[in-house]
Each structure stands twice: as structure tokens, then as C-alpha cells.
């Protein structure tokens, strides 16, 4: 009976240290799980020349969206214009310098300068 | 694209919206201009050789000119995307409001398409190929005659 007692106290012990390290674990996996839909929530889509840019960060500079936009794809040059479409009819210079706060769907066109002919 | 001329352009086909014998990558400029240039009223017809002229009527031109509203267009050629958007054309009449005679890159005594016009002999400083070289030509001509000085 001892012996019985202590081995079934033994699965016990066991039993409880299988829980909290499933405990744990569950608790790691729910902490990754928000940590990746809280990273996923900071991603920001615009479109620039008409290709989509996604960044992690929502508030950039003209320089680093032009950047981004190379790397993504998008027909330009580091030292093309940028203009941010704000509308019919409009068209806002973005300098390099230029901190912007980015929102999903806006759109941006960077256009390279023309000279008289 | 409207299929209905603006006043200050008589002259555009009646059927504005007939793209054959277009060539497709005239097309798809035609179509780049039209997702861009969200402004005016927009024509465009062929010139019977793969090519297409296509106008921004009752656009503003901006501040510094008078008569204010007008058309600005350009002949895409065949040849696009190797050959540029260029020279561009706006309305004869157009004057700059301060009086002072317009001088290069305005050209006046030009035609387009049988339309007295003046061009805007405007280039790229570099070759712009890919998907928005023609919106980017327009948007360019459009911000510089608003802007010039």
C-alpha cells in the first residue's frame, strides 16, 4: 500500500507538473498569438505608383516610403518626387525629410522631374 | 474615359470610346491615365495608327492663367512605351494672367488634331519606363503648367 500510495502520489506530482508546463506553454503560445496580431494590426498598406507597400511602422518619412516601395516593387527611383493623393483635384509634395502618418488604401505617386525641351 | 466632348473641344471624334486598332500598350496607357487623372473630362480616340490623342478638357490650369479652364493633351504614339509622351498641348487662347508673353517651353501656333494649341515642350530628365510612365508624364505636365514662373 505504501508503495502504492508513494507511486500514486508520484503520478500525482507528475500529473500536476505535466499541467503546469502545459500551463506554460499554453500561456506562450497565447502571448505569441497576441503578439503576432498586435504586429500584424501596426502593418500599413498604401500604394505607391500603383503597387501595394506594406510597412510595420505607420509613421515614416517620405524617404523611407519611397525606400519601402523599391524594395516592394514599385516602379521609382530613391530620388523621385513623392506626392501623396489626398483626393480629386489633389496633390500633396511629401519632402524626404517629411515625416508622414500612414493610412491603409492611401495612395502615393512618385513622379520623376521633367525638364524643358 | 467620357464619350462627350467638352466645350473648349470641338473637334474630338464623336465616338471617343472607339480603341481599335489601338495598340495594346497604348491601351494600357490610355487606361493609366484614366486611374490617375481624376480630373477634367477625359477623351481619347485613335489616330489611325496604333497610336491614340487623348485630352484633359475643362481642366483647371491653374491660377497664373487666363482664360482658367481649358484642355491639355498629348498624341501617344504607336511607338509607346519606347517613345515618350511628348510634346504635350494646351488651349491656343491660354495667356499667362500677369500679362508677360509666354516664352519656352510654351510654344505658340501649334496644332493638335486639327486644334489650334500651344505646346508645353516638356520632357523627362531621364527614360521613365513601367506601369505609370504615362499617368507620371501627365501628372508632371499638369503640376508644372500650375506652377511655372
Known sequence: MTLSNESSERTVEEDVDHVD??????AEDVERLE?????RKQEVTVEVNS???????HLVTGLQLKQAAIDQGATLEIDFQLWRL???HKRDQVANDEKVHLHDGERFAATASDDNA | MSSTSGASWPNAPANSLNLE????????ALAEVTAN???????????????AFVVVDDLDL???WAPRQGWLGCRILNSYPDSELYPFYIRADARRVDGVDLSAPFNLGQSLFGQPATTV???PNRPIKGPRSAAVRFINVVDFVRTFS
Open chain 1, 21 to 26: 508546463k502545459d500551463e506554460r506553454r499554453l
Open chain 1, 35 to 39: 503578439r503576432d496580431v498586435e504586429g
Open chain 1, 51 to 57: 503597387t501595394a507597400v506594406v510597412l510595420s511602422e
Open chain 1, 86 to 88: 489626398t483626393g480629386e
Open chain 2, 21 to 28: 486598332g489601338i495598340e495594346p500598350e497604348v491601351q494600357q
Open chain 2, 37 to 51: 487623372i481624376n480630373e477634367g473630362v477625359l477623351l481619347a480616340w485613335p489616330d489611325g495608327e496604333g497610336g
Open chain 2, 62 to 64: 491653374g491660377e497664373r
Open chain 2, 121 to 123: 515642350s516638356r520632357q
